[in-house]
């Protein structure tokens, strides 16, 4: 099964917002309130911000948020900060107690 | 605080095997389910298998079915991945992961285990 489909960059300059998208099927994404996004800086082990496409953990700040509509899913970070900028996974359920993730974004703080 | 420690990894040759630990600690490890996740070299991450919580449904990526084996020992608290048939393809880093606020979040993360697999 191919990864889910996400943009390879995004951009943005300190305090905007940018939206990921994360696009798959009514198989996937479509198909289930079970997307969960991922935060990976360079060398560092996946973070997880956002599950069951809105939640967010305790601890991850309310700048982050998650949607969806359809087959397509997104993250999105408002007043981006330095720190920010970091590799982002969306990952869904596609039954069969499997999972699939996108193909991952790098988010550059301009 | 949640810990997970993997440990295990190395270079193999093609068709060769190798057993990884996952050590946990910080939360109630015999009523989670778990997770392999790897990442190959400058790649993107790629679910590998899951593992219910008392060992007794399984679940793995099409890429490693009938090679790869996920177990665990509640009484260790401790994760397993035993890998066969080893291809150049498998070669990644890989981590373990557990599922609490739902069953398909992988809520926290260990630091990872490097498998190499080259002739």
């Known amino acids: 099964q191919s990864a889910l489909t996400q943009p390879r960059s995004v951009s943005g300059s300190p305090g905007q917002s940018v939206t990921i998208s994360c696009t798959g099927t009514?198989?996937?994404?479509?198909?289930?309130?079970?997307v969960s996004w991922y935060q990976q800086h360079p060398g560092k082990a996946p973070k997880l911000i956002i599950y069951?496409?809105?939640k967010r953990p305790s601890g991850v700040p309310d700048l982050f948020s998650g949607s969806k509509s359809g087959n397509t899913a997104s993250l999105t970070i408002s007043g981006l900060q330095a720190e920010d900028e970091a590799d982002y996974y969306c990952?869904?359920?596609?039954?069969?107690?499997?999972?699939?993730f996108g193909g991952g974004t790098k988010l550059t703080v301009l | 605080e949640v810990q997970l420690v993997e440990s295990g990894g190395g270079l193999v040759q093609p068709g060769g095997s190798l057993r990884l630990s996952c050590a946990a600690s910080?939360?109630?490890?015999?009523?989670?389910?778990m997770h392999w996740v790897r990442q190959a070299p400058g790649k993107g991450l790629v679910w590998v298998s899951r593992?219910?919580?008392?060992?007794?449904?399984?679940h793995y990526a099409d890429s490693v079915k009938g090679r790869f084996t996920i177990s665990r020992d509640n009484a260790k608290n401790t994760l397993y991945l035993e890998m066969s048939s080893l291809r150049v393809e498998d070669t990644a880093v890989y981590y373990c992961?557990?599922?609490?606020?739902?069953?398909?979040?992988?809520?926290?993360w260990g630091q990872g285990t490097l498998v190499t697999v080259s002739s």
């Open positions: 990952c869904s359920y596609v039954g069969s107690y499997t999972l699939l």
């Open positions: 009514s198989s996937d994404v479509g198909g289930y309130n079970y």
């Open positions: 069951d496409v809105s």
């Open positions: 593992i219910k919580s008392d060992g007794s449904a399984t």
């Open positions: 992961a557990n599922s609490i606020r739902s069953l398909v979040s992988l809520d926290h």
């Open positions: 910080g939360f109630i490890f015999s009523s989670s389910w």
